[in-house]
């Protein structure tokens, strides 16, 4: 049998190269190997909050961008969250079997509330118990995430291990898989900070359907250093080393050692030109996709039919849990 593999986005913006790399490369390399679940992550999105108008616009242009970077609906199961109840009721399920001194340790939600942001929801804090749900109804072996997601993967084991001595075998337990290189895409203004949506001005995040011009002048500008040697060195060439993870993910992870040697004795700005080539080369090809898919169907035939397949999956895996814990009286 083949293993299963289940990721989800949270498209709280508009997805980004780091999307791309970190995660939705992933998912599409795995669904010729795996039995590939992914989800768009319409409840986490609310847990902040959202222009209805826009978030609409965001899961539309989601959907697509997962059809247009290659995720195949024949071969993976391609759905929206909130299509499947399953996820909320078993999310409330692994809330009330969650200590609080585990969601305190999370550190997306200690970083937030740092900041200082005012009147986070209670949703936020509880994020991690929701996702949780989100993996186990899929019993996957793998859950391909970027390095920020790595904790809450180890809170689902945690919470499902122990789940598991109480109850008996009812989860089973995967494990995260983060890629060698891109797990942590950095922005192109300040290379000590990830690229993210929530990045000031935007300069420093490259976003899917960005013009292509406009791509390439965010990389021609990035942060790089004084050295002038293009080497993969991320502790003292943070930026250097940040544009030549992009250049060796985007060509099929190219060995680092001969992105520096293309670029030996040559200076900064042949290397960002490079860099931009490969950037927009691949923008281009997903952006010629997303619009023959966005005005299309496919997105409605795509949705229905993954939602009825996670639903399958789903209802049994929450049936054996309630079950189990003593919650059911009629079959
Ligand atoms: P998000 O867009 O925050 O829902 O993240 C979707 C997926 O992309 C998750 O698996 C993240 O770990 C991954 N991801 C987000 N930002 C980056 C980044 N800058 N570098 C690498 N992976 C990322
Ligand atoms: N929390 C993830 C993010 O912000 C999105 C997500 C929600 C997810 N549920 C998941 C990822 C389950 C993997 C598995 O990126």
């Known amino acids: ?57 965001n899961l ?28 909320a009721q078993l999310g409330y399920i692994m809330c009330c079997h969650t200590y609080l001194g585990e969601l305190n340790r999370m550190t997306q939600f200690k970083d937030k509330q740092a900041k200082g942001e005012a009147n986070l929801s209670g949703g936020l804090y509880t994020y ?48 995260p898989m983060i890629p060698e290189v891109g797990a942590r895409i950095m922005s192109l203004t300040d290379p000590t900070h990830k690229m993210s949506k929530s990045d000031g001005l935007n ?51 190219r060995p680092f050692e001969d992105i520096e040697k293309e670029f030996e004795g040559k200076g900064y700005g042949d290397f960002k030109r490079a860099v931009a080539d490969v950037v927009c080369g691949k923008l281009e090809e997903i952006q010629k996709r997303y619009y023959e898919i966005i005005d299309s169907d496919l997105i409605e035939t795509t949705l229905k039919d993954g939602a009825d397949r996670a639903r399958a999956i789903a209802s049994v895996t929450l049936d054996r849990v309630q079950r189990a814990i003593g919650m059911e009286i009629i079959d």
Not at 61 to 76: E, H, N, R, W
Not at 79 to 84: E, I, K, S
Not at 155 to 168: E, F, K, P, S, T
Not at 205 to 225: F, N, P, V
Request: proline content about 5%.
């Open 203 to 253: 300069r420093g995040c490259i976003y899917l359907l960005d013009d292509l011009k406009d791509a390439r002048k965010k990389i021609m500008s990035a942060k790089t250093d004084s050295l002038g040697i293009v080497k993969y060195d991320p502790e003292n060439q943070p930026g250097i080393a940040n544009l030549i993870q992009i250049m060796s993910s985007l060509q099929d992870d």
């Open 1 to 57: 049998m083949k293993h299963r593999m289940l990721s989800g986005i949270k498209p709280t913006g508009q997805l980004h190269l780091g999307s791309y790399i970190g995660a939705l490369r992933q998912f599409v390399q795995s669904q010729e190997e795996y039995e590939m679940v992914a989800f768009i992550a319409n409840l986490h999105c609310i847990t902040v909050p959202q222009e209805p108008a826009e978030l609409q616009k």
């Open 60 to 87: 539309r242009d989601c959907v697509a961008l997962y059809l247009a970077c290659g995720l195949d609906p024949k071969k993976s199961i391609i759905f929206l969250q909130t299509d499947v109840m399953e996820h």
């Open 128 to 175: 991690p118990t929701l996702m949780a749900a989100d993996i186990l109804l899929y019993e996957p072996d793998y859950v391909p995430v970027g390095e920020d997601q790595k904790q809450h993967v180890e809170l689902c084991r945690d919470v499902a291990i122990r789940m598991n001595n109480r109850y008996g075998e009812i989860f089973h337990v995967p494990e």
